[in-house]
């Protein structure tokens, strides 16, 4: 047997992937799910695992490549979470009737009814019911052995389903465990490589899977389906024991049980809070209880029998839900286990609650009292209370320390020390003054400004928030007061390039009278430095790592200028905050632009971050600078049509100047370093160029 | 930040009026020191500050709240005069 590692939940899987020598692995971060897809495109850049790794721009995407290329043969895994998953859903869906047999990880997060970065499983909920394998994993080791396991269950022609593999966020993302690790020798010989039956190859076959059917055979392609998943169940007993027959460790199939022998009562758990729950059946027992805990395993396909089974034992059972289904009076789990025993000869109380939300600690005392609930439920043989929901008191918040100046943004951020993005909020507001209304996709300003600023700053959702400022701007016009509210974006490069480049587009062409600022870091920041399509050419992110095989990012970035451009807005201009009064009469510009009626404005910000670039905290003002000085970050504008280069240096300075003091560029070979050199002159050359023709193509 | 509670039951609402920061003088390393005599009050610490943490405007000397200032340093880095400098955090 192989040796064991201490590793995160995260890494767990990522490893799984890796032994389960997957072939294709589109990725989008989301939090806490980054750092699985940040281990995978270490081990594609070192060499380690011989993958097709794809930079998707955004979750909508990321699964649409998932499924083309598991219908293309291979075998795939992508991975998300919360808003991502549910951005994901449509592509989510259609993976069941191409019978793509893909692994996608969801490390929990609640979806945003309010935002937390905490698990609870209101992200997974809508996907439940699907056609997907749902497993949700206790432990980091179970999280590794599960992700072989799942490949094997769904790539048998007696399933060929899509799984997903349910990871608390944090509780086992982010947490630390001894895992054992399996022989890759093993694993080659226990998961053979994925042969799809029917793979969209016109060379080697002439039968696709169809995406659409005539309506009459729809409801006997779900009876059909509700087969398939139902017959699934013996599969993952099969795979559970031959697993363990070969690694020497097995879960049981769809539920586990735990000191179950002699229950009279039950709990009901799954996910990671049922270690919590073992402690606390560990201490009851102690005390002379009689009760016994199932861990749910797989909640598609639903375990009903083995459920009926062990009911008709017991006077009583509680379920623990960390999913809430509202407009049920419970939770997600606690409906299932009714519903597989209302139809049976099994009448036995159902105590439910509801528990954990937005990644509240589940402790062992609460699983203590609920089990003292459910054997009271037991001895007084009825329900007082369907479902019950454990809260906890809300420890009291720091109060906040009033200033006395009136800047448009209040000291005491979360922001990182030396942070660019606060200098251009600030500026920002500074020029469109109180009545200023900000929309904001996720970035890390959203984290950290968002409640800083004394204006409203509206969370939009990651490829919507052009539409959400279109949709306030169009309210207050509809109301008469376009004129006297001021409404502009806060977008980083990703919801600006990348996930929220459609609805930005769409905005544009509209001629939405908004204002649109981009503030570019060149990566995603706030999940921690993975790239975007603003990232720069060779430039090292956690997803882009300076390998031995791949150092850095190997593809330019997209130039927004140029696609805003092809809109024909009337104006565009790139700022930095090294130079403020430059960006403080581009910000005035705008205004005029909008409130003129001519059309939606676009101001795109260099925001050097000493966090991600791998700078001193000092040198944030200077890597601006140097950054315009030699023509990494121009200073331009198209104005209705007119190009100006606002900052010509007679000569541009060595790119090297720039580059050198960032740690994202430190990994540059000689003859990278020449390339962007090179690159920067070809570029600026291009400039001067166009300014010496004075109208932009096009316009 | 602060919640507060709305006339509507379970509405949870941001009051913009009862806002204000935290702390964050404790995350401070480096601590920046003003020289007097060279300060020329042109202003530019106060308005590059990420922190908004420094008071002043040109003709106005600046003015550092040590509750707020992170040490980043940009103001010392950026200071025409060299008049900032950053000093080891006094032992707390």
């Known amino acids: ?699 | 930040m602060s919640l507060d509670k709305s006339v509507i039951k379970g509405f949870a609402l941001m009051d913009m009026s009862t806002r204000g920061g935290q702390y964050v003088g404790n995350w401070r390393v480096l601590m920046p020191e003003i020289d007097e005599a060279k300060c020329i009050a042109c202003g530019l610490c106060a308005t590059i500050c990420p922190e908004a943490a420094i008071a002043g405007k040109p003709k106005v000397k600046p003015k550092i709240d040590m509750r707020f200032c992170k040490g980043c340093g940009i103001c010392a880095n950026e200071c025409p005069q060299k008049a900032i400098e950053m000093k080891q955090e006094a032992k707390k």
């Open chain 1, 1 to 699: 047997m192989a040796d064991f590692d201490v590793i995160q939940g995260n890494k767990a899987l990522a490893y799984g992937v890796k032994l389960a020598r997957v072939e294709v692995i589109p990725t989008y971060p989301i939090t806490p799910q980054t750092t699985i897809i940040e281990y995978l495109a270490e081990f594609v850049a070192n060499g380690e695992l011989d993958a097709e790794y794809i930079h998707t721009d955004g979750e909508h995407s990321c699964m649409g490549a998932a499924v083309g290329a598991a219908l293309a043969g291979a075998r795939v895994f992508t991975s998300t979470c919360s808003q991502g998953l549910a951005y994901m859903h449509e592509c989510v869906a259609q993976a069941v009737n191409y019978r793509t047999p893909l692994l996608l990880g969801v490390t929990n997060r609640t979806l945003g009814w309010y935002w937390s970065l905490g698990p609870d499983y209101s992200d997974i909920m809508p996907e439940l019911n699907l056609g997907y394998l749902v497993n949700f994993a206790e432990s980091n080791q179970e999280v590794l052995d599960m992700t072989l396991q799942l490949y094997k269950v769904a790539e048998d022609y007696r399933v060929l389903l899509p799984t997903m593999m349910s990871l608390d966020g944090f509780y086992l993302s982010y947490s630390q465990e001894r895992v054992w690790m399996p022989d890759q020798n093993l694993v080659d010989k226990w998961l053979p490589p994925y042969k799809a039956p029917y793979p969209v190859d016109p060379t080697i076959n002439d039968k696709f899977p169809t995406a659409s059917i005539p309506s009459v055979m729809h409801t006997p392609m779900r009876r059909i389906y509700e087969e398939v998943l139902q017959d699934s169940k013996k599969v993952i007993q099969e795979v559970d024991a031959s697993f363990g027959k070969t690694f020497g460790r097995h879960y049981g199939g769809l539920i586990e049980e735990y000191k179950t022998e002699g229950a009279e009562v039950l709990l009901v758990t799954m996910g990671s809070m049922t270690t919590a729950a073992r402690r606390a059946i560990d201490k009851l027992r102690s005390e002379g209880e009689k009760i016994g805990l199932i861990k749910l395993r797989f909640m598609r396909p639903f375990p009903d029998i083995e459920m009926r089974e062990i009911a008709g034992k017991v006077k009583a059972i509680g379920v623990v839900d960390r999913m809430m289904l509202h407009g049920t009076r419970g939770g997600g789990a606690f409906q299932d286990v009714k519903a597989a025993l209302y139809n049976s000869n099994v009448k036995v109380p159902l105590q439910g609650f509801v528990t954990g939300m937005g990644g509240e600690d589940i402790p062992i005392d609460d699983m203590y009292s609920m089990g003292k609930k459910v054997l009271q439920v037991a001895k007084a043989k009825r329900i007082e209370k369907e479902v019950e929901f454990i809260e906890h008191k809300l420890t009291e918040m720091g109060k906040p320390i009033e200033v006395e100046w009136a800047e448009p943004i209040y000291p005491g951020s979360d922001g990182c020390a030396g942070c660019g993005a606060s200098i251009i909020v600030r500026h920002l507001l500074k020029v469109l003054g109180p009545n200023t209304i900000i929309i904001n996709p996720p970035s890390c300003s959203g984290v950290n400004y968002g409640q800083a600023v004394r204006v409203p700053w509206v969370l939009a959702n990651f490829a919507a928030a052009a539409a959400y400022e279109t949709g306030v701007y169009r309210a207050l016009k509809k109301k008469g007061k376009a004129d006297k509210v001021y409404i502009t974006s806060f977008a980083g490069d990703g919801g600006t390039a990348d996930i929220g480049l459609q609805s930005l587009s769409g905005a544009a062409e509209r001629g939405e009278l908004i204002i649109w600022l981009c503030y570019d870091n060149e990566a995603y920041m706030n999940t921690g430095i993975q790239r975007s399509g603003s990232t720069p050419l060779f430039s090292v992110t956690t997803t882009t790592p300076a390998g031995k095989v791949i150092p850095g990012k190997q593809v330019r970035r997209k130039n927004l200028e140029m696609i805003m451009a092809a809109h024909r807005i009337p104006y565009i201009a790139t700022a930095s905050l090294s130079y403020l009064p430059d960006l403080e009469r581009k910000i005035k510009k705008a205004v005029e632009v909008t409130k003129a009626g001519k059309g939606l404005a676009f101001l795109h910000v260099q925001q050097p971050c000493a966090t991600g670039w791998y700078f001193p905290e000092s040198k944030t003002v200077e890597i601006g600078k140097l950054a315009v000085q030699t023509g990494a970050w121009p200073l331009m504008e198209i104005d209705e049509g007119n190009f100006k280069l606002n900052v010509k240096p007679k000569e541009l300075r060595p790119i090297a100047e720039y580059l050198k003091p960032q740690g994202r560029f430190r990994h540059l070979s000689e003859v990278q370093l020449e390339y962007l050199q090179k690159d920067a002159q070809i570029e600026w050359n291009a400039l001067l160029e166009l300014e010496k023709r004075g109208r932009f193509p096009g316009y």
